[in-house]
Nanobody, 123 residues
Framework: QVQLVESGGGLMQAGGSLRLSCAAS????????MGWFRQAPGKDREFVGS????????LYVDSVKGRFTISRDNAKNTVYLEMNSLKPEDTAVYYC????????????????WGQGTQVTISS
């Protein structure tokens, strides 16, 4: 069992930056590919980015490439999402996710979800 707790969301103006953190419980954090998904009101949950177990490979949705960076610290059981040049369309609830697959990009491949943290970007 893995429990995920996100933090770092909030209200930011367009062009600003936020850093989300996701702290995981348990001693098996390094066994999971970690990812971030987001869900805007009235929309499906969508993939944002993911990072493999050792951090050697990352994936991003095209809309955040060059602006968002995902990283992890296995010693701290934590995964991060650094978000720069934020846009109003980035407004959503952001969810941390853990999966046993190598490439985590589909909600159906997620084994554990966090509770979500709200990110709101004003124009």
């Amino acid at each position: 069992q893995v429990q995920l707790v996100e933090s770092g969301g909030g209200l930011m103006q367009a062009g600003g930056s936020l850093r989300l953190s996701c702290a995981a419980s348990g001693r098996t954090f390094s066994s999971y590919t970690m990812g971030w998904f987001r869900q805007a009101p009235g929309k499906d949950r969508e993939f944002v980015g993911s990072i493999t177990r050792t951090g050697g490979y990352t994936l991003y949705v095209d809309s955040v490439k060059g602006r968002f960076t995902i990283s992890r610290d296995n010693a701290k059981n934590t995964v991060y999402l650094e978000m720069n040049s934020l846009k109003p369309e980035d407004t959503a609830v952001y969810y941390c996710a853990a999966g046993l697959v190598y490439e985590l990009r589909s909600p159906s491949a997620v084994n554990y979800w966090g509770q979500g943290t709200q990110v709101t970007i004003s124009s």
